[in-house]
């Protein structure tokens, strides 16, 4: 790492904050600064001395303690750090964090910040299974806060399961590979994803799907912000997480994609990666269509949904700078690429041949052509995953020459 980096470590209280020490000596020796706010419940299991003795540093702890705010106020405080971590992040931390909450340092300064944060949750296995602590997680990863672990084991409340702060050398990695990843060549670009299927509405109950499982999609996303882009991945239903450090938006249907999508602008790049349903119902019901006796069969109109990718090719004022569709064929896969390319007016295409005994549709592998207006490359059979990689260091690539 070429400058210096520095941390702010936020101490929550509970039994694991003993290994927040480990965490702040293992910084130290790959070259980061570490800053450390105690909270008060923190200060029950470490004391802010040997806190101190290895930051090198004075140790936060008291909203109203005039001398801290007369040498850095809070809001500097949050600013002065490249990353801000959590750790141990309690239940009683990470709920205050998704709501918003600021009644003490800890929490003050985690509203205040506009740099990143990375948490490392620690508690109870019931309070971490608890439905209140994943519903905070979830709204936290929907923030795009990262998170690292918990760890499954013994706890030392004598239980066993999910709930155990991940190893400081854990943390630690994930720290040093967040600061790998922000001095990549997309930093300081941002990117949208779109992924997954869309779910047209029948009636309140009932939708029509595809069998999309989303996976290109994240895998992209997560590649371009291993590069260091940020990223939007605007997903529709699927069973994945969120990848690290990417702000997911979750919808339902093609009309709240495009949406979504619209809302994400402006971005440098955007890639269509979705499996969006070409029809919505038209008479969608507002109540469960009821099954009539006698076989009468409901009537349903079909309406053709918005191409998303076209439209933001076509964006008059907020066109991104590249943009790049995905075309699924099962015949004459170049040509029909090409004429997808000119019709949605998109930079790129990546097209695959998806007919059956190729295997691709469900499958890991997948062969692509990556087409543009100049020209088509012929990618070899690899992994979807190296397809994620390679199309996000070809993105990489183009931004920069
Ligand atoms: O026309 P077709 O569905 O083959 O086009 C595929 C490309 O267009 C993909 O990149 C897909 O994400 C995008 N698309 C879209 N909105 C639609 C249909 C397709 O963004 N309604």
Known sequence: MSQQKSVLLIIGGGIAAYKSLELIRLLSKGGVKTRAILTEAGSQFVTPLSVSALTGEKVFGDLFSLTDEAEMGHIELSRSADLVVVAPATADL????????????????????????????????????????????????????????????????????????SEPAVIADQIFSYFTQKAGPLAGKSFLVTAGPTHEPIDPVRYIANRSSGKQGYAIAAELSKLGADVTLISGPTRLDAPAGVTRVEVESATDMLLATERALPVDGAVFAAA??????????????????????????????????????NHAEKRPSLVVGFAAETQTVIENAQKKLAKKACDWIVANDVSPETGTFGGDQNRVHLISKTGVEDWPLQSKADVAKNLAQRIADHFGE
């Open 94 to 165: 990470m709920a205050k964090m998704a709501n918003g909450h600021a009644n003490d340092l800890a929490s003050t300064t985690l509203m205040a910040t506009d740099t990143e944060v990375l948490i490392a949750p620690a508690m109870n296995v019931r309070m971490w299974d608890h439905p209140a602590t994943q519903r905070n997680l979830a709204t936290l990863k929907q923030d795009g806060v990262r998170v690292v672990g918990p760890d499954e084991g013994d706890m030392a409340c004598g239980e066993f399961g999910p709930g155990r702060l």
């Open 276 to 313: 969006v349903a070409d029809w919505r119902v038209a008479n969608q019901a507002d109540q469960k269509i009821k099954k009539q006796s006698g076989g009468d069969l409901p009537d349903l109109a079909l309406a053709e949904n918005p191409d998303i990718l076209a439209t933001i090719s």
